[in-house]
C-alpha cells in the first residue's frame, strides 16, 4: 500500500494508491497523513476500508505531489553509512552511526523545486532510503524489536551545502536544514511491501548524467539496528523520519564534478518506492 497527499502546498488531500492502480480519497477517513494517524492505526483503518471498497476514487491528474507523511517532529539523519561513501570522501568507515539532526522544515514534495541557498558554492544531491516511525519507540531491546514500529518507507534526498556543512561549523546542521533541502516521496511505502529494506536498489542522475548508482545492502548500520540504536538516546515517535545514508557518487567525493546550480535537474528512485525530480532554482 501507498500512502500519498496530493495538492497545493499546505493544502494536501491524504489518498492512498491501491493494488488496482487506482488512487483513492481517504479524507473520510483522515485529516491528513501525520503523526496521529500513524499513532491511532490509521494504515489498518485504510487497508480495512479498502478492502470493504468504501473510499471514494480521487483522479490525481495535474495534482501536484506532496510529501507523504506531513510535520515530521523531526528528521534523524546518518552520515556515513555506506563504507564506498566513507572511503569517497576520505572518512573513516564509523564504528557507530554518525547522527545528526535535519530541520523537519526542510521537508517539500518529491517534484517541489529545491532552492540554492544565497552564498552557496557547493550544494550536493544524497539518495537516501528514508524510514517512517509508526509508533512511539524508546529503549528498544533489539534491531528485532525495532522492525515492529516502522510505518514504512520512502525516498530522500538529503540535500546539503558542503561548505556551510564542514567549513563553516563543527556541527553539520548549517549545511543540512537550509530550506527545502529535503524533497520527500512520492510514497509511504508500507512496511509490508518492502520485506528487505536491505536490498533495494537506489539511483541518482544530475542532468541526465549517472551520478550514484548504489544498493542498501552496503549500509555499514542496518534500517533495524539504526532504529533501536537511536531508541536508546531520543523517544522515536510517530511521523518521525530517519535519512539512512546515502552510497557513493556525490559530488563531494567526485573530484571535478560539479555542485549544483540554479537550472540543474536531478533524478532518483529507489526501487518499489518510487521516482522524484526537482529543478533548482536560486534562493
Same mark, same amino acid.
Request: hydrophobic share 40%.
Given at each position: 500500500m501507498k500512502l500519498l497527499r496530493l495538492g497545493a502546498p499546505g493544502h494536501e488531500r491524504p489518498s492512498v494508491l491501491a493494488d488496482d492502480g487506482r488512487t483513492y480519497d481517504l479524507t473520510g477517513l483522515t485529516d491528513d497523513i501525520d503523526g496521529a494517524f500513524l499513532a491511532a492505526g490509521g494504515i489498518d483503518r485504510v487497508r480495512t476500508a479498502l478492502r470493504a471498497g468504501t473510499l471514494p476514487v480521487l483522479d &490525481? *491528474?495535474? %495534482?501536484?505531489?506532496?510529501?507523504? #507523511?506531513?510535520r515530521p517532529g523531526k528528521v534523524v539523519c546518518i552520515g556515513l553509512n555506506y563504507r564506498d561513501h566513507a572511503e @569517497? *570522501?576520505?572518512? &573513516? +568507515? &564509523? @564504528? $557507530? &552511526? +554518525? +547522527?545528526? !539532526?535535519?530541520?523537519p522544515g526542510t521537508v517539500v514534495g518529491p517534484?517541489? *523545486? #529545491? %532552492?540554492?541557498? $544565497?552564498?552557496s558554492e557547493k550544494t550536493d544531491w544524497e539518495v537516501e532510503l528514508a524510514v517512517v516511525i509508526g509508533r512511539r519507540a524508546r529503549y528498544l531491546e533489539s534491531p528485532a524489536d525495532a522492525v515492529g514500529v516502522i510505518a514504512g518507507f520512502a525516498i530522500s534526498n538529503d540535500v546539503s551545502e558542503r561548505a556551510f556543512q564542514l567549513e563553516l561549523s563543527p556541527q553539520w546542521d548549517l549545511g543540512k536544514s537550509c530550506e527545502t533541502f529535503n524533497p520527500f516521496g512520492p510514497w509511504l511505502v508500507t512496511a509490508d511491501e518492502v520485506p528487505d529494506p536491505q536490498a533495494l536498489g !537506489? $539511483? %541518482?542522475s544530475v542532468n541526465g548524467v549517472p551520478r550514484q548508482n548504489g544498493t542498501t545492502k552496503n549500509m555499514v548500520f542496518s534500517v533495524a539496528y539504526l532504529v533501536q540504536y537511536l531508541s536508546r538516546f531520543m523517544v522515536l515517535e510517530p511521523g518521525d523520519v530517519i535519512n539512512t545514508g546515502t552510497p557513493a557518487g556525490v559530488a563531494l567525493g567526485l573530484p571535478d564534478t560539479p555542485y549544483l546550480r540554479a537550472g540543474d535537474t536531478v533524478e532518483l528512485e529507489i526501487d518499489g518506492l518510487g521516482s522524484q525530480r526537482q529543478t533548482f532554482e536560486d534562493a
Amino acid at each position: 500500500m501507498k500512502l500519498l497527499r496530493l495538492g497545493a502546498p499546505g493544502h494536501e488531500r491524504p489518498s492512498v494508491l491501491a493494488d488496482d492502480g487506482r488512487t483513492y480519497d481517504l479524507t473520510g477517513l483522515t485529516d491528513d497523513i501525520d503523526g496521529a494517524f500513524l499513532a491511532a492505526g490509521g494504515i489498518d483503518r485504510v487497508r480495512t476500508a479498502l478492502r470493504a471498497g468504501t473510499l471514494p476514487v480521487l483522479d &490525481p *491528474t495535474g %495534482l501536484r505531489i506532496g510529501a507523504p #507523511v506531513a510535520r515530521p517532529g523531526k528528521v534523524v539523519c546518518i552520515g556515513l553509512n555506506y563504507r564506498d561513501h566513507a572511503e @569517497e *570522501t576520505g572518512a &573513516p +568507515v &564509523p @564504528e $557507530r &552511526p +554518525v +547522527v545528526f !539532526m535535519k530541520d523537519p522544515g526542510t521537508v517539500v514534495g518529491p517534484h517541489d *523545486t #529545491v %532552492l540554492v541557498p $544565497r552564498g552557496s558554492e557547493k550544494t550536493d544531491w544524497e539518495v537516501e532510503l528514508a524510514v517512517v516511525i509508526g509508533r512511539r519507540a524508546r529503549y528498544l531491546e533489539s534491531p528485532a524489536d525495532a522492525v515492529g514500529v516502522i510505518a514504512g518507507f520512502a525516498i530522500s534526498n538529503d540535500v546539503s551545502e558542503r561548505a556551510f556543512q564542514l567549513e563553516l561549523s563543527p556541527q553539520w546542521d548549517l549545511g543540512k536544514s537550509c530550506e527545502t533541502f529535503n524533497p520527500f516521496g512520492p510514497w509511504l511505502v508500507t512496511a509490508d511491501e518492502v520485506p528487505d529494506p536491505q536490498a533495494l536498489g !537506489m $539511483r %541518482l542522475s544530475v542532468n541526465g548524467v549517472p551520478r550514484q548508482n548504489g544498493t542498501t545492502k552496503n549500509m555499514v548500520f542496518s534500517v533495524a539496528y539504526l532504529v533501536q540504536y537511536l531508541s536508546r538516546f531520543m523517544v522515536l515517535e510517530p511521523g518521525d523520519v530517519i535519512n539512512t545514508g546515502t552510497p557513493a557518487g556525490v559530488a563531494l567525493g567526485l573530484p571535478d564534478t560539479p555542485y549544483l546550480r540554479a537550472g540543474d535537474t536531478v533524478e532518483l528512485e529507489i526501487d518499489g518506492l518510487g521516482s522524484q525530480r526537482q529543478t533548482f532554482e536560486d534562493a
